[in-house]
């Protein structure tokens, strides 16, 4: 059969739970053809072919007949297209021949091969139809207030009819919905229609009479659902299937939904163990204290499955029974062909080099894209299953950019928010992919989506309205939180609200992640640091130490670290045998050829500059390729003199944080260095800011951190610890999980409200003007 639909007030009309059957029904059958009906421009159709909660219709016909493209291509259906074409006299022409006329008010929105205009209550039409009739072009007057001009024969009826003939469609298997007057050449096509509920009077007495058309008492999707049981298109079965079906629920209130499992896997004598990670600093360890003291949970994770044994993959594991609890893990099993593609090749080497701003490392694979997006329905498929009604969802990262959408559609209850860690680029950078239409569209299904500081939710903002027409709610300043000027990433007012449709409105929010204080404390206390960082000062006497903490990651700019602190020895030989470099960095993942060359050049400056410079007694750079126990990190700390943090690009950087931390609790005189283009730049502001990308400018700071004086030194640090000793872990999460629960119920409020006109308006003017009445009609 094919369904041919009006949009706003039909289709994307109704209660949001009817929307939600029908949208999930409709991709199901696929022998139902779906055609977009509308009045509104072809651009501003567009933003809903990329609505992944949409079905993507087959066809749509556009600016009221005048357009008709595929759905999937965008591409003009021909003949039918070439024809119309040649039916309009050209817009200039038409304006000519109504120049003079009163009460006409020119439609500021995007039409094609018409004219549109506002006019007031009770006008009369008939000058503007004897001016156009010359032209070979007629009028349409729908809803009092709206007053078209087309190419004569041309209306969303006749060219519906030339699709149904072009598909060579039975004419008795075609279904047509709409609401306004706007929509009545559709049913004087003689195809079985409904009206929905709420329509336009006029429209309901037009077809009163016509023996074909059905006049649901439901609205929107609802009466399109009625219609499809009234007329017995697909079977009373279908339908009653598709009512009763309820999706089955867990009893988890806040799910934490992230590509890794909060534990590693071992294989030991054949059986599976569970260890904590080597590296317990960074992102996994301070997700995992917000479930300390008993606090009950869910966290979704992929684990690679043993393919040998499928039955006896483990679902459901703990984590660590005395530490928490209450935290359970749900295991979604992926083979490592899985984990190699969706991971290692396209998440790392398609996404990460692209929202790092390194697009010439970038390459995109369609069938990659695929994959990526079947292992997000996977995740969301498992998410939908875990949550209890209305429970906080909150997904972590650009790995998992595609669950919202599913998981929207799966579970229209849920309080949805998604958390970017990583560094995220504006829109002449995010633009370049390929699908990142589908990926905002997605994160648009959020009640609430966090970054880490300003810059990156504004960058967003700017990528969203590059892709979609939105309404720009709610904005805040960022001082006195975050640095507005003289810093790289710094920002005076950021975005808090978005308005996506009527019935949905995304709020956003700066959360700058914070260390576990209460851990670092314990963990700096015990006697087991004690005694490390002693014997670490011991070891290093007489040397000034900087320090540098880091993942292997050419986002780091590790090279260009190196090749700063070679030139700092060329240009001071009165630091020779003064200071030592010691360089800590955390292998990447195994299998991955650009990291492994990555390593190659490391490894070949320190032995480089160690060459150059070494003595008997003094080594310049001690460079640690391996995972580190936490708590020798936290005594190299301690000693160190300068924290030197210098990555390209980064989120937020938690060594910067955790480096004032420690030396905030020892006491310390150390100096913060930090990459301008770390987020946490923006937040630290006792640090010294440099330039990654300008050697020289490195060289500098670093020169300038190590001959600081005492008294200033203690001074930038300590304003740097109590900024973070405040704004720590737990206040973040605190923070953020509040943030999403009063986002969530701001839009149960709009959709609740009954004045709310439950429709997706994504048309421009609707940005640019609060005249609702303004709307192109559909």
Known sequence: MLLATDLDGTFLGGRQSDRMRLYRFLPRQPEVTLVFVTGRGFEHVVPLIYDPTIPTPKYVICDVGTTIVHGDTLEPVQPIQSDINQAWPGEPAVLEAIEGIDGLERQEVPQQRRCSFFVP??????????????????????????????????????????????????????????????????????????VVGAAEQRLVDATQRMSQVYHSEASGAGAILDAFSYFQFLGPKAIEDLTRAQQERGSSQLIMVYHRLPYEEHMVDGKLVHRRPKSPNGIMPSLLSLFEG????????????????????QD?????????????????????????RFYKTFSKEALWPTIHTFIERTHFNHDDWQHYVEINRIFAERTAAEADEGAVIWIHDYNLWMVPAHLRKLRPDLRIAFFHHT???????????????????????????????????????????????????ERQNCAPRFLTY???????????????????????????????ANRI?????????????????EELQGKRVVLSVERLDYTKGPLAKLEAFERLLEENPELHGKVTFVDIVTPAARGMKIYEEIQQQVEYAVGRINGRFAKLDWTPVRFFFRSMPFED?????????????????????????????????????????????????????GAIRTNPYDEVDMMHQLYRALTLGDAERRDRIAQMADVVMHHDLETWGQDFIQAVKTAAKRRQRIINDPST??????????????????????
């Open 316 to 340: 459901h594991t703990m984590v660590d029974e005395e530490a928490y609890p209450e935290l359970l893990v749900s295991r979604v099993p992926l083979t490592s062909q899985d984990v190699q």
């Open 121 to 194: 209550p009770g006008y009369d039409p008939q000058p503007v139809r004897e001016a156009v009739e010359p032209l070979g072009c007629e009028v349409l007057h729908s809803a009092d207030k709206y007053l078209d001009i087309l190419p004569a024969g041309v209306n969303k009826g006749t060219t519906l009819m030339k699709l149904v003939e072009l598909l060579e469609m039975d004419p008795a298997r075609v279904l047509v919905a709409g609401d306004t007057l706007n929509d009545l050449p559709m049913f004087e096509t003689g195809y079985k229609g409904v």
């Open 521 to 537: 404390r314990k963990l700096v206390e015990s006697e087991q640091v004690q005694q490390r960082m002693a014997g670490l000062r």
């Open 294 to 313: 008993g606090r009950t949970g869910m966290w979704i994770a992929w684990s690679q499955q043993d393919t040998r044994n499928p039955e006896e993959f």
């Open 423 to 473: 560094y995220f680029p504006s829109s002449e950078i995010f633009n370049v992919i390929p699908w990142r239409r589908q990926i905002v569209g997605s994160l648009l299904q959020c009640d609430y989506v966090g970054f880490h500081i300003p810059r990156h939710l504004e960058n967003f903002v700017d990528v969203v309205r590059s892709n979609f027409p939105v309404e720009v709610l």
């Open 757 to 778: 006109k439950m429709a997706r308006v994504y048309a421009a003017h609707a940005v640019a003007t609060s005249d609702k009445s303004r709307y192109t009609p559909a």
């Open 486 to 516: 003289d810093c790289a990433l710094g920002l005076d007012e950021m975005t808090t609200g978005i308005k996506v449709s009527e019935d949905h409105v995304v709020h956003m929010g700066a959360h700058p992640i914070g260390v576990s």
């Open 633 to 685: 990190v936290l005594a190299y700390y301690a000693v160190a003199d300068v924290g030197w943090i210098t990555p390209l690009r980064d989120g937020l950087n938690l060594v910067a944080k955790e480096y004032a931390a420690v030396q905030g609790l020892t006491h310390g005189k150390g100096v913060l260095v930090l990459s301008e283009f770390a987020g946490a730049a923006v937040e630290l502001e």
